[in-house]
């Protein structure tokens, strides 16, 4: 039995359509299947915990029907990673996880490559804790936790998470451009921040920070590589500092992002460790697998545990 949490409102409202066209070939195909529909910012675990306890049948087989808000949403409710399996029908904006792990875009090929088990891998998933933090409008929040399976961070690549995912008419007009877009204008208005970083048990010291990126796939922001050789089944993390270059400086560093030629340039340092806590002098904006609880001036991320990914 297949369990399938379709997002309808993903990709700009395109999931409903996306999901008739895929029921219609598990019918076809005679694949058993349950579904359950997702909604924005509603934790799925109590429909996890049912399907968990009303079942002997072991590992539970999940198929999302979405993108990496989706994906990262359901990963949320999962309480029994050792005993889940996971599949992806990509249908996002960013589609970042798709990109880490070459899925196929064809429909019939997607759902062949899950049923036939075509490929198998064990993947980490990662929690990031943070603490000390505000709303944009300078409002407190309360402190949190969440798991993702891309990347986490803060600084100038959560900036653009923020405002793209609080621009939705611009997200619809450029799709996944509208990180570019972002990733221009953001240059200019982010703060920068000195971070005390610590990665397994070893300090150092960046000033003016533009952000500090955790890399469990190599690909983020809609397709940035901004740690090309991060893996998410080595059991550890690649962080990211961009860090001490003017604005210009900067600027001219976003499009070698894009083409994997920042690395080992001024202002840029790739690290690896299995965790990392980082404390900035002022609060910065927090993501996890793009999505954005607040500015914080407290952060820690490592890896949880893994869990089986199919496709």
Known sequence: ?????????????????????????????????????????????????????????????????????????????????????????????????????????????????????????????????????????????????HRYLVSSGLGYDADICYYANHSPKLKKLLKHQVYTFFGVKNVFTTGLADMEVDINGQISFYPHVYFLAAMNQPVEGGGVPMAPDASDTDGKLDFLVIYGLSRLGALLLVPKLKSKKHVGRKGVSLLRGEKIKVTCNIPKMVHYDGETPGLFKSFETGIIGQIRFIY
């Not at 934790?43 to 808000?69: C, V």
């Not at 070459?102 to 990031?128: A, F, M, Q, Y």
């Open 1 to 145: 039995m297949y369990y399938i949490f379709v997002n309808p409102a993903s990709k700009s409202g395109s999931g409903s359509a996306l999901w008739a066209e895929a029921e219609k070939i598990f019918k076809e195909r005679n694949i058993p299947y349950e579904v359950h529909l997702t909604k924005k910012n509603e934790s799925i675990q109590k429909d996890y915990e049912e399907i968990y306890n009303k079942t002997t049948e072991r590992p539970i087989k999940l198929i999302i029907l979405g993108g990496d808000g989706t994906l990262n949403q359901v990963v949320q409710g999962i309480t029994h990673l050792d005993e889940t399996e996971l599949s992806l029908i990509r249908n996002g904006s960013g589609n970042d996880f798709s990109r880490n792990k070459e899925l196929p875009e064809d429909l019939p090929s997607i759902i062949s490559g899950i049923t036939d088990r075509k490929h198998e891998l064990n993947i980490d998933v990662c929690e990031s804790v943070y603490s000390g933090g505000c709303l944009p409008d300078g409002s407190s929040i309360p402190d949190g936790s």
